[in-house]
């Protein structure tokens, strides 16, 4: 199974871009991190200048390994389930189910180890880069200078092969289970169900997010240093994945919010609105990242600008430690923002480009381009809605609590610009990746595609 498997990676290089491209982003994250543990423990170092390198490394490299393991799940999922005719023939000549899922586990553990060591160089100039960038800051000494060494490449290998497996054996998993008629249909329709695990894992991270909310607005309260930001921050981490977790029905709830809104825009419209009905499971992989962005960005936003409004109230000058706390808020954002980022185009490039028979048959019996890019707008168009009001959901869970635990008023400081521009670049970025997915598919000849 794993020649197999190695023949496949050689034959189908584009159906794995989106795994690849994942693993390679997070290896080259996580390299450049570490990286700055590497840098911290040299010789020459001041105990200032360690200590914000070893929070910074740490702190990233721990959410790491959570988004790593995420993105690549979502992607390997979404890439097996579009295998299906294959996994149906393996089964129907004999294979096993532990021959399934050795030979995808093979596949993403071949992937990871291609990913990680081809970003060992950009992650060693990105590390150097952080450097700087906390040096001109004035949070390290001048004197030190980056160090790329063992602590980097174990935590890349590691962390990346670890989220591999994983992800590799929770879509193999379910894929070898089902018998080879249920595959077909799978990938026909999707299946909107949840298991009752992931259900339980849900209830889990929501719980968790709900109560580091409560404890940063109780526990939490008085204190006016940046240790209220050590609860509040993750409790929307949380509390988004928890969300994300329930896409499938969040999604089937908000299409049927909006079944009649699409329904009235013509066919266009209804095809969107079937579509969508239809195919809950698959383009719920979509939402996930959206939620993971709006409610993550959205809340970190709001709680370092109501932290610095309220530090500027009252007088209160910026501390080394306070500014690496702040620093390391905005590169947790860019971080996720790149994840997300990553695998929302990879879900929809993926969901839209495997729609290319459908595509072909709509124009065949009489669609126009026209119409079938405005069915993918309006398909767009709720995946970006139901994302954005989940996460918006989960943003609460830490704006409100620290604005009460910082100012005593649940309202934070930011305006609501910052809101309706996190906003715009989730929707924005749905729409676009959508609609250019799809257009490319539709300059195959229709007859062509029907025949794929």
Known sequence: MLTLALNTLRRRTGGFAASFLAMFCGAMILMAFGSLLDTAGT???????????????????????????????????????????????LKNIGATPGQITLMITGEALILAVAAVSLAIVPAAYTGGWLLDRLTANGQVATSITHHFGGFALHLGYGVTLVAAAAAALTAARRTARMSASASLLDAAGGDAR????????????????????????????GKDDFEPM???????????????????????RVTAWLEGPLRRRGAAGQLAALNLAQRTGPMSTAVMPIILFTGIATGT??????????????????????????????????????????????????????????????????ATPRQVLHMVAGEGAVLAATGVLFGTLSSLVTIIPFSITRSGSPIPDGG????????????ALTLATSLAAAHRTLRTPAIDAAAT
């Open 43 to 89: 010789k020459g170092v001041d105990p200032d200048s360690e200590s914000a390198l070893n929070v910074l490394g740490l702190v990233v490299g721990g959410w790491g390994l959570l988004l790593v393991t995420f993105a690549v799940t979502s992607t390997l999922t979404l890439s097996v389930r579009q295998r299906a005719a294959e996994m149906a023939l």
């Open 194 to 221: 949840m298991s009752r695990k992931r259900v339980a894992a849900a209830a889990v991270f929501l719980f968790l997010g709900t109560d580091l909310g409560v404890i940063t607005a109780t526990a939490m309260r």
């Open 230 to 252: 050590a609860t509040a921050g993750p409790a929307a981490i949380w509390f988004s994945i928890g969300l994300a977790l329930l896409a499938p029905a969040l999604l089937r």
């Open 301 to 366: 936003l709001y709680m370092q600008a109501t932290d610095n409004a309220v530090n500027a109230a009252r007088g209160i000058n910026e501390t080394a430690a306070y500014r690496n706390a702040e620093t390391t808020n905005m590169i947790v954002i860019g971080m996720i923002l790149l994840f997300a980022a990553i695998m929302v185009v990879n879900s929809l490039v993926a969901t839209t480009v495997s729609r290319r028979r459908e595509f072909g048959r709509q124009r065949l019996i009489g």
């Open 416 to 427: 609501i610009l910052l809101y309706l521009a996190v906003a715009a670049i989730a929707a």
